[in-house]
């Protein structure tokens, strides 16, 4: 069940259809739901029911129509019926004239008429609620926010990358024991182990296709694979260092990869040929090691942190610098992740200094200083929907939090070490957290209304 039920006064409009309240009342509906979780879950409830119900097919079953037709024919025929025949007919009957009983007939078939349909529709609704009852309540949040769903513990050694496949169906899992784990989102059923790395997986992500895999690691490599049958398709190697953090691009054709060789390299993702080595975190013959990079969701910028709390946005192939730390005035610390808002104009970075600040992308302007965490955030991940930003932590916790006012809205605690991986699902109910305890957790998002 929920945490808490919603609130009182907003109960009934909750359970209405956008389409039938007024403008006035949608808007503010909509400002409370800013503010109360607890009514966002219930909102999501009645929104998802709703759609269920409006997508259900309409019943084969006809309402029976030849049975009143043959009845009210029946009532004609024998209106026709030569007034001798009638009365001799009627000798053997109860005395009830006739115009009763074609009356009581006709009432008869005007009540089967409508009632038989209203029947067949309710054993039908009654019949999906016993078959998909416990799928609709799954699917509805009536889940507490938090709760797990699996525990992945297929890796042996700390699990340092998480990235769930476009379609939502798999998770794909990296760590210090060297492999990439493809596994079933729903049931943790391991689909394939890839062990072309030598080192240190640090980072995974999936083709927007989802039939690739690329893969980072301390070898100073990056791997593209299929993802399903384990072949190599591309070996990157032209990094001279760790290789800490990757992003594919959104039309799938490019990947950025981040050294500590100071670069940040854009290459092919199916053929290896380097686009552009950008040199950005290098001034001055001092060069960073760059921990964390993301392609904006358009494709026409790439963002790039180093340990010298640096962050650039830059145009990936061009190579020009659009904005960098002068901009950016901040000196929070190692820069350990990097993520883009779903409508590209936010970035979201955490730091060693246990905050994540949220940036204008491209003016510099600081717009939140989220500060809940007691350790280093070495994770981020935005929702789908981009009302929220999930963040994890050396403080092994991962807290789900509300991007435009920086206000908790949950935080779990299935691990015992650092949460080093995030991964919000493509539908935005699920988080996958994986940590240096070893396992990966499938956990349910707070909910968001449906729009």
Not at 370 to 388: D, I, K, Q
Request: proline share 5%; glycine share 8%; aromatic share 12%.
């Amino acid at each position: 069940m929920r945490n808490q039920p919603p609130c009182i006064a907003w109960a009934e409009k909750l359970a209405l259809r956008r389409e039938d309240l007024s403008p006035a009342d949608r808007a503010a509906l909509d400002a409370h739901l800013q503010t109360c979780s607890a009514c966002e879950a219930a909102q999501e409830d009645y929104h998802f029911l709703d759609s269920r119900l409006r997508a259900l097919p309409l019943s084969p079953l006809k309402p029976f129509p030849r049975l009143s037709t043959q009845i009210s024919a029946h009532d004609d025929a024998t209106t026709d019926i030569p007034e001798k025949v009638r009365v001799r007919d009627t000798d053997s009957l109860p005395r009830v004239s006739l115009p009763v009983r074609r009356r009581s007939a006709s009432h008869l078939a005007f009540i089967l008429q409508r009632a038989i349909p209203v029947t067949l529709v309710a054993t039908l609704i009654l019949a999906l609620l016993t078959i998909f009852g416990f799928q609709i309540i799954s699917r509805t949040g009536f889940h507490a926010t938090g709760s797990t769903i699996l525990s992945y513990q297929g890796h042996s050694d700390y699990v340092d990358a998480v990235a769930w496949s476009p379609n939502g169906q798999y998770i794909a899992s990296g760590g210090w024991d060297g492999i990439v784990q493809v596994w079933d989102a729903q049931t943790g059923a391991s689909i394939i182990t890839y062990r072309g790395q030598s080192d240190v997986v640090s980072a995974v992500a999936w083709s927007p296709d989802g039939q690739y895999i690329a893969s980072a690691s301390w070898d100073g490599t990056v791997r593209v694979w299929n993802a399903f049958t384990g072949q190599l398709r591309t070996l990157y190697t032209n990094h001279t260092d760790i290789v800490s953090a990757l992003s594919w691009s959104p039309n799938g054709q490019y990947i950025a990869s981040a050294s500590w060789d100071s670069t940040v390299q854009v290459w092919y993702a199916l053929t290896g040929e380097t686009i552009r080595v950008y040199r950005g975190h290098t001034e001055f013959g001092h060069g960073e090691f760059v921990d964390a990079v993301a392609w904006s969701p358009n494709g026409q910028y790439i963002a790039s942190g180093d340990r010298s709390n640096t962050i650039k946005v830059w145009d990936p192939f061009s190579g020009k610098t659009l904005m960098t730390d002068d901009e950016f005035n901040w000196d929070g610390g190692i820069v350990e992740a990097i993520a883009w808002s779903p409508d590209g104009t936010r970035i979201a970075v955490g730091s060693r200094d246990k905050s994540v600040r949220i940036w204008q992308a491209f003016n510099g302007q600081l717009l939140l200083n989220y500060s809940r965490h007691t350790n280093e955030v070495s994770a981020l991940a935005w929702s789908p929907n981009g009302r929220y930003i999930a963040s994890g932590s050396w403080d092994s916790t991962v807290q789900v939090w509300n991007a435009s006012t920086g206000a908790t809205i949950y935080t779990y605690r299935g691990h015992n070490n650092t949460v080093a991986a995030l991964a919000w699902s493509p539908n935005g109910r699920y988080i996958a957290s994986g940590s240096w305890d070893r396992t990966v957790q499938v956990w349910y998002a707070p909910p968001s209304p449906a729009r």
